[in-house]
Structures are given as structure tokens and as C-alpha cells.
């Protein structure tokens, strides 16, 4: 009996011993398993990471290439547009240059029509020059005192006589200013329109003479000696000329 327990006891140290060398064996050859497999998982860790960077890397890429491709489109548009908006102002240019050359063209017939009218006129007041002659119908003297050149009652006078029977406009009236050889020639030049210019002045004013009907001329000194007092003072006078057309004396018979 007392065998039997031994044996039994040296079977069961056997085992026992057996299976803790096993355990030893197992865990020496799990552990460099178990050491690869963690530094495996670090790796697909590390790698996890590096893929989720790569993937945050490679969707701002896509943005950027979507952007790209915005501005790229708008790029485009503007563009075109431009080339549209070229394309106008190059038609607006030629309308312009058309319309500036239609304008060229009137312009140069509306001066050529116009010099053949200015040609015309010409020709037409040649032609009446040349068939309207005037005669002296009246003429008169208005006297002046010495350095004078305002009318008195007597040169007054003279110029309402003068006037008389003056009617509608189809005459003209030459005034010529003239003064005695005293004094320099601007003072006599002066003196001499002056006298002129009162004279048109009153026929104007008082007898309605339209002044398109006036020619007036300050001479200067008169003519002559006047080598007297009295041929000085007939020197300083205006002398007047009513002129009518020989063709309205004709038209009116």
C-alpha cells in the first residue's frame, strides 16, 4: 500500500514537473510571437496613421484641385466674355469708321454743293453789277464851323431839305467828311469821320434812313488852295449824294 502511494506520489511529481517545464517551453516560444505581433500591431498602427494623414493630405488635394478647376471654369468664362466684349467694340469701330465715312462723303458734296452755290451767287452779283448802274439823283453841302463837328440849325436845315421825298430803300446815300488844311493829318483824319458819322446820325434818326443805305468816309483835308477865309471855311462840310438805280427809274415808267 505504502508503494503504491509512493509511486502514485512520483507519478503525480512527474507530471507535474512535466507540465511545468511545458508552460516554461510554451511561454518561451509565445513570447517572441507575442513581441512580434505587438510591434506588428504598432506598425499597422503607425501605418493607420500614415494612411488617415495620406487621406486628409490627398482630400485637401482634391479640394485644391477642385478650386483649381473652379477658377479654371471662371477663367474660361471670363475670357470669353472678353472675347465677346472684343468682338463688339471691333463692330462698333467699323459702324463708326462707316458712319465717319458717310459723314466724310456729305460733308465734301455739301461743300461742293455749296461752292457751285457760292459760284452761282457770284455769278448772279456779277451779272447784276453788270446791268445795275446808279445815277446821281441829288447832292448837297452841309457846312461846319471851324473844329467842329456837331450839326447846327443851318446844316440841319440842309439835311431835311435834302431828304425830302426820300421813300423806300432802293437808294443810297454817299457821305464824304471833309475839313480845311489846319492842323495835322490824324486830327484832320479824325475831325473829317466825325463830321460824316453826325450826318448819317441825323438822317437815321430823323428821317428814317435805313443805314444799309449809308456809305459814309472821313477824307481828311479838302481839296483846293484855300488860300482864303472863305475858301477854308467852305473846306470844312460833309457833302451828300443821293444815288438811285438807272433800272428802278426804268421799271417805274
Known amino acids: ?16 514537473s512535466a507540465g511545468c517545464a511545458t508552460k516554461k517551453y510554451v511561454a518561451k516560444t509565445i513570447a517572441p510571437v507575442e ?11 503607425e501605418q493607420d496613421t500614415k494612411l488617415a494623414a495620406q ?24 475670357a470669353v466674355a472678353a472675347g465677346a466684349a472684343a468682338k463688339q467694340a471691333a463692330d462698333a469701330a467699323k459702324a463708326a469708321d462707316a458712319k465717319a465715312q458717310t459723314a466724310q462723303s456729305s460733308a465734301e458734296t455739301a461743300n461742293s454743293t455749296a461752292q457751285s452755290g457760292l459760284r452761282g451767287i457770284d455769278q448772279l452779283g456779277k451779272n447784276v453789277d453788270s446791268t445795275l448802274k446808279y445815277k446821281v439823283e441829288k447832292s448837297g453841302t452841309v457846312l461846319f464851323s471851324l473844329a467842329q463837328k456837331t450839326l447846327d440849325k443851318d446844316a440841319k436845315a440842309a439835311l431835311d431839305d ?5 421813300s423806300g430803300d432802293r437808294y443810297v446815300i454817299e457821305i464824304q467828311g471833309f475839313t480845311d488844311k489846319t492842323g ?13 458819322e453826325s450826318v448819317a446820325r441825323y438822317l437815321a434818326a430823323q428821317h428814317n434812313v435805313p443805314l444799309h443805305n449809308i456809305t459814309m468816309l ?4 479838302a481839296g483846293g488852295e484855300q488860300k482864303t477865309r472863305d475858301e477854308r ?4 462840310k460833309v457833302e451828300l449824294r443821293l444815288l438811285v438805280p438807272e433800272m428802278a427809274n426804268v421799271a417805274s415808267k
Open 1 to 16: 500500500m505504502t508503494s503504491k502511494i509512493y509511486i502514485a506520489g512520483a507519478l503525480a511529481l512527474s507530471l507535474f
Open 35 to 45: 513581441a512580434r505581433v505587438a510591434t506588428t500591431e504598432t506598425k499597422n498602427t
Open 55 to 78: 487621406g486628409t493630405q490627398i482630400e485637401a488635394v482634391d479640394r485644391d484641385l477642385s478650386r483649381t478647376k473652379e477658377r479654371l471654369t471662371d477663367t474660361d468664362a471670363k
Open 162 to 166: 435834302f431828304s425830302t421825298g426820300l
Open 184 to 196: 495835322d493829318v490824324p486830327s484832320n483824319e479824325a475831325l473829317s469821320q466825325g463830321r460824316a
Open 218 to 221: 472821313g477824307v481828311g483835308v
Open 233 to 236: 471855311k467852305q473846306s470844312r
